[in-house]
């Protein structure tokens, strides 16, 4: 039986398996935002990024790595903004670039703060920049770490100081939200997503960091309304010790008709902060390619490697149709 053929750079499972997902949409999330992203691509370049389809979902969880296993100090506040902190009120107040912002608040306050607009804006450049240049390495890692970043900016608690509910008694919001919702209810989802040409970079960012943080209040109302007097043994799934379990992460799980009435009363806010950050992850991948003159990518790759994933990429695009991201090892934290 013939098989797909992808170049991958595989992230080892023991490394996945230290990863600590409390501040990022969980693997499944970025691992399901990458490669639908792949697919929703156009044609003409989305054929190489389908190659490189493993790496690029696989990577998609890299920045998490790099900020937990390999404690990279300057990989934290590349993946939220607290715009409280930065007293917000619109996209038009905020700093344009990184610098503008050390130089208002402080490189202290703002990685204090989060800089995640800034990084994929940064970003962004770089990948125009490889794109132009045709440099292959580069073009994935950058696409992929990009995706996340991006991924990031959907989850609505990324955007504020109260990222876990921490400030108001919700302890374990962000998890259950960005991890556990979608792997026990994902399976409803429609990820089917346009992708689009963005003529303006920086708005696009805020447009995102804007709308994500105008969810953090009816994100935290309904669990508030929802966990308010419950005992224990109504809040979490309770193991045989008689204590609320947790998943391989320590994080604790929370019990499924808990989360199954959390996420009606959410009214399909998960899924379309998923299917949305597929769509931009795209568009920003597809806007970088188009200001770098539409380099010819598959020109990158072996004929042969193209010649033989192109039937299962057409096969894989049917079923994208269909709303279904498939094709790989899912990693699930609740299970």
């Not at 921490?166 to 997503?193: D, R, V």
Request: aromatic share 12%; with cysteine; glycine share 6%.
């Amino acid at each position: 039986m013939i098989k797909r053929i992808f170049t991958s750079v595989a992230i080892v499972s023991a490394v996945l398996g230290c990863v600590v997902s409390a501040y990022a949409w969980g693997v499944w999330g970025h691992n399901k935002i990458n490669r639908g992203a792949i697919l929703a691509l156009p044609q003409q370049m989305g054929m190489f990024f389908y190659n490189h389809a493993d790496y690029i979902t696989e990577e998609s969880t890299a920045p998490d790595i790099r900020k937990y296993t390999m404690n990279d100090k300057e990989e934290f506040p590349r993946h939220y903004i607290n715009l409280e902190s930065y007293n917000y009120t619109n996209p038009a107040g905020m700093p344009r670039t990184i610098e503008e912002a050390r130089s208002k608040y402080g490189k202290d306050s703002v990685d204090k703060f989060g800089s995640l607009p800034w990084t994929i804006q940064e970003m962004m450049d770089k990948l125009t920049a490889a794109m132009k240049a045709k440099n292959r390495a580069e073009i994935l890692f950058l696409a992929a770490n990009l995706g996340h970043y991006i991924a990031d900016a959907h989850m609505p608690l990324h955007t504020s100081v109260n990222h876990d509910g921490q400030l108001t008694g919700q302890k374990g919001i962000h998890s259950l939200w960005e991890s556990q919702l979608p792997e026990q209810f994902g399976k409803n989802y429609s990820l089917y997503a346009d992708v689009h040409y963005i003529d303006n970079i920086e708005k696009a960012t805020w447009d995102i960091i804007d709308s994500s943080h105008s969810l953090v209040t009816p994100l935290l109302y309904n669990d508030r309304k929802l966990r308010k007097d419950k005992p224990t043994e109504m809040l979490y799934k309770i193991g045989t010790t008689g204590q609320p379990e947790k998943n391989k992460y320590g994080q604790l799980t929370f019990s499924y008709d808990y989360a199954h009435v959390y996420h009606e009363l959410l009214g399909g806010m998960v899924e379309n902060q998923l299917r949305a950050a597929v769509s931009a992850t795209a568009s920003f991948w597809y806007t970088a390619w188009v200001n770098a003159g539409k380099p010819d990518l598959t020109s990158l790759d072996p004929k042969y490697l193209t010649d033989r994933n192109k039937k299962f990429y057409l096969e894989d695009i049917a079923y994208w149709k269909k709303g279904k991201v498939s094709g790989y090892k899912v990693i699930y934290e609740y299970q």
